[in-house]
């Protein structure tokens, strides 16, 4: 009787949960048998390392074989335990020494041939390996995404034959590298032209972390001006990039290693589901908002998307987070983004446009502006019109307006005062630190009381322009809120105050 116990890491939604491997052998008629939740292709995994087994050169044992994936209540899928399974039965067959198995970990698909293939969510399983004090074996494929954890000890190896000659201290396998990571020139904020309160809004937007709608006609810049967002925040820190690739890296759509280090701007088109936008699927995956997840999600021609796919952004835009449950799976993905959007103001585009070409009738409007619900709206901090430029304007020797970087050293000086200050951005202040933080002289909050009342406002929309108040007080470098900064963030409300007149 042979029993070897190896270590390997499953997948669920952005975790990589340890998965211990036990491999036992018995006396009995040649049999494998595979438990702990197998699904088909983990239970398909014994014609392959049976196939890759003999290909190295090795005996496959003729007994009875029975390889436990635990723990047993969690689903296992993939080919991720190939690897870990063919080193099990090795060592329990007495074929390969046990003595070094336990500091290592070993993540690959085989193929018949004993080469070692790649698998997804490498990057969170290398980071859940550092944690252990393991060191990881990976594919080469799979190398230099795992080498992104700094805190593991990353080797590769191309076959199963290497794999064994390394455990026997007759081969040393290569330390992954990381690639360099690639700086991409972002779009220049100096390209809009004019468009003075909507370049505000935007500052204000970067600073503070707020929510942004922009509405205009066709062609106003709104699309140009949100692709400029990322060209004025902040660079992300280390952890806050690793946790960005961590969740690209399980999407299965790919993690860019060249550009890894940058927020991600998404921007699906309108006709994505809800699924699409928050996860799901029978093996639950992220969805847009957590691929966006440190960055930007930009959603072009809001009310043309599906009522069902917008309003299921209400609970992450308030808790960063969103849960996918399925009948035996539950995950949590995170989904701490800056929503941008952009609307045209009527089915045609051009009402208020001093053309007069609109020829929609206010029913029409109403029904539109109607597609995007009050909860919704009222969870957008910034409201801004987006005017057609007259063609002076746009020029080509026309005065261009301050660029990225000038911008982006104001949002950093406000973002450190909000850092020094309580330890996050405007935006995500809680109830407490908006009152301790967001006072407001006497005059004042009559003001934003009588906004309240005109408006019809929610207790929600207060504290956002709260919030928003504060954020245009840091960027101009002042203590406390005063009534300009008050009276700028009420006005940012504009699209409630069309709903104000359209009820009266």
């Known amino acids: 009787m042979g029993l070897a116990i190896v270590h390997s890491r499953a997948r669920v939604g952005v975790r990589a949960p340890d998965v211990r ?35 190295a050169q090795f005996e496959f044992p003729a007994r ?8 047993a209540d969690l689903p296992k899928d ?31 698909e085989l193929a018949l041939t004993g080469e070692i293939r790649a698998v997804d969510g490498v990057l969170a399983a290398a980071i859940a390996v550092g944690q252990a004090g393991r060191k990881l074996l990976v594919a080469p494929a799979n190398g230099h995404e795992a080498a992104l954890a700094c805190n593991v000890e990353v080797r590769t190896a191309r076959t199963l034959l290497e794999v064994c000659a390394a455990l026997d201290a007759r081969k040393e396998l290569p330390l992954a590298q990381a690639l360099p990571c690639h700086e991409t020139r972002q779009a220049d904020l100096a390209d809009v032209r004019g468009q003075v309160q909507a370049r505000r809004a935007l500052e204000i937007a970067a600073a503070g972390s707020h929510h942004l709608l922009f509405a205009g006609s066709p062609g106003s810049g709104k699309t140009l001006l949100a692709s400029r967002l990322c060209g004025i925040l902040p660079e992300p820190s280390q952890a806050e ?10 999407s299965g759509r790919g993690l860019d290693l060249a550009h ?40 072009d021609e809001l009310p043309e998307w599906s009522r069902h796919a917008l309003e299921v952004l209400r609970e992450p835009l308030e808790s960063g987070s969103v849960t996918v449950s399925r009948a035996a799976r539950q995950c949590e993905f995170p989904a701490r983004f800056q929503l941008i959007a952009a609307m045209n103001p009527c089915p045609c585009g051009w009402a208020g446009d001093p053309s007069g070409r609109c020829l929609c009738n206010d029913e029409a409007i109403r029904r539109y502006r109607a597609r995007i619900s009050g909860p919704l709206l009222e969870r957008i901090d910034l409201h801004v019109e987006v005017p057609r430029l007259p063609a002076t304007a746009l020029r080509h020797d026309a005065a261009p307006g301050e660029s990225s970087a000038v911008v982006r050293a104001r949002v950093l000086r406000a973002r450190r005062l909000q850092e020094a200050r309580c330890g996050t951005t405007n ?12 006072r407001l002289a006497g005059r004042d909050f009559a003001l934003l009381e009588r906004a309240v009342e005109s408006l019809q406002l929610s207790a929600r929309s207060l504290h956002r322009i709260l919030r928003v108040a504060r954020t245009i007080a840091d960027l101009a470098g002042c203590e406390s809120i005063e009534t300009p900064h008050l009276t700028e963030a009420i006005g940012y409300r504009r699209l409630e105050r069309g709903r104000e007149r359209a009820a009266a």
């Open 21 to 55: 491997v036990e491999v036992h052998l018995a006396g009995g008629l040649p049999s494998m048998n595979i438990v702990g939740l197998p699904e088909a292709a983990v239970r398909e995994a014994k014609d392959r390392v049976r196939a890759a087994i003999q290909c």
């Open 64 to 71: 009875r074989i029975t390889v436990n994936l635990a723990p």
């Open 78 to 108: 993939g080919g991720r335990y190939d690897l870990a399974i063919a080193l099990g039965i090795l060592a329990a067959s007495g074929q390969l020494s046990a003595d070094g198995l336990e500091a290592w970990e070993f993540l690959g």
């Open 241 to 250: 990039a690793l946790e960005a690739a961590s969740i690209a890296s399980a």
């Open 260 to 299: 890894w280090r940058q927020r991600p701007f998404r921007a699906p088109h309108h006709t994505a589901s809800a699924v699409a936008l928050v996860g799901g699927g029978a093996d639950p995956r992220p969805g847009e908002i957590s691929l966006a997840h440190h960055g930007v999600l930009f959603l």
């Open 427 to 438: 935006a995500r202040l809680d109830q407490a630190q908006t009152d301790a933080h967001c």
